[in-house]
């Protein structure tokens, strides 16, 4: 059966695979299986295809706006940048962020740039080490189990409560000491002036735009997507036998039955201001709680090689706080008691046959665009590709 003999939007029972969920990681899973031949559905409940990695042009400037918040892509994984660049070609964008701490203004991840600028002085890469070891001795690092013990195991109390306290109670609202420590370890701590934020081998952003590439991934005959389409309103029409992707929240399928996972949610609020650069950058983190938001993106910076108007730009304030009934989830809070319930609902998965459960939401792991694609490959590689042959 051909994609365009799948006529009823309700009735998926032609598919030789179902996907739930047009993001990067059903995306992947889709073209793969469309490669081999197969019929695969994709269904979204959104009314557009990319899950968080959508982005649109802003009506009034043309400016790209990523509505889900800022996406910058990245990578070491060979077989991913091989993949990826099938579809599309990458800028050279090198990411990097600041962050303003009590007034003043310093160059994040951590380095040697911030260390001079912290502590007012000249350091060499040795007498910041020196000092950060004496102010991070409080704690051992191999006993730090939680952000905040981590944290200070690692940059010591000062730089901590300048840079990292404030900013993670806004945007988590969990006490650090509830949170896993290796949410911290994603931020390097650099004693060079290198202040790019990431350190893969291979970073950009797609030239025309994440839409454009994530459409390119889509557009195969046998791939067919149906967009404002929930999974729990059409599921009952699936030929038995056939196996699933499922990419939404681990917790809804099983109607959280074990309860509910924590998950925190984003509110962005975009301003088109009259100027032609707000901020000079792509992104400013407020590190103080005594500003709301912890981050505005200044969405021009991202495409400095385009031709934006110059006397307009977009920026989007970034607020967080914990996701309730109808929100959109966007990062697990994974404290102790979700890692408990995130157990049962494992073991609810495992019996069900026909049902992979992949992706950010469907595994409740944070999870970059990239890891989402690698693990979209090996689980068709090992699970999706024997099941279809
Ligand atoms: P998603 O993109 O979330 O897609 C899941 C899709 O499933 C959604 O479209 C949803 O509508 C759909 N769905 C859910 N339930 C149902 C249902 N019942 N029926 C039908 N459809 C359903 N990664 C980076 O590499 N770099 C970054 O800078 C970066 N920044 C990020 C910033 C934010 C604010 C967020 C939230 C994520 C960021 N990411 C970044 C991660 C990136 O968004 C993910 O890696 C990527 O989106 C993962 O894709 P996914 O397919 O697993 O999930
Ligand atoms: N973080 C911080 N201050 C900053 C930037 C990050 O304390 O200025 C902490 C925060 O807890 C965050 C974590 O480091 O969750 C990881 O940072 P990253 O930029 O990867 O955050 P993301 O927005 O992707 O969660």
Known sequence: MTAATLRDPADLSGADLVVVGAGFFGLTVAEQVASL?????????????GGNAYSESDPETGIEVHR?????????????????????DFTGYQHRVFSVSAGRVYPLPINLGTLCEYFGRQLTP??????????????????ADNLED???????????????????????????????????????????FDNRYFSDRYEGLPVDGYTAWLQRMADHPRIEIRLCTDWFDVR???RPGTPVVYTGPVDRFFDHAAGRLGWRTLDFRSEVLPVGDFQ???????????????????????????????????????????????????????????????????ELAAREPDVLFGGRLGTYQYLDMHMAIASALTLFDNEVRPRLS
Do not use: C
């Not at 031949?37 to 295809?49: A, E, F, I, N, Q």
């Not at 889900?68 to 599309?88: C, D, K, M, Q």
């Not at 090689?305 to 109808?326: H, L, M, Q």
């Open 37 to 49: 031949g197969k019929t695969v559905v994709v269904l979204d409940r959104r009314p557009h295809l």
């Open 68 to 88: 889900y918040g800022a996406h910058l892509f990245h990578t070491s994984n060979e077989r991913v940048w091989r993949y990826v660049n099938r579809f599309t």
């Open 126 to 143: 040795e007498q910041a080490r020196e000092l950060i070891r004496e102010q991070a001795a409080e704690i051992e690092t191999g006993a």
């Open 150 to 192: 981590r944290a200070i195991s690692l940059i010591g109390r000062p730089l901590y409560e300048a840079f990292i306290r404030g900013y993670t109670q806004k945007q988590w609202q969990t006490d650090p000491r509830d949170l896993p420590a290796e949410v911290i370890t994603r931020l390097p701590v650099r004693y060079t």
């Open 236 to 238: 009952s029409t699936v």
């Open 280 to 346: 000079g950058t792509s992104v400013m983190n407020y590190a103080d709680v005594d500003v709301p938001y912890t981050r505005i993106h200044e969405f021009r910076h991202f495409h400095p090689e385009r031709d934006y108007p110059a006397d307009r730009t977009v920026i989007v304030r970034e607020y967080s706080r914990p996701a309730g009934e109808g929100d959109e989830p966007y990062y697990p809070v994974n404290t102790p008691r979700d890692r408990a319930v995130l157990q049962r609902y494992r």
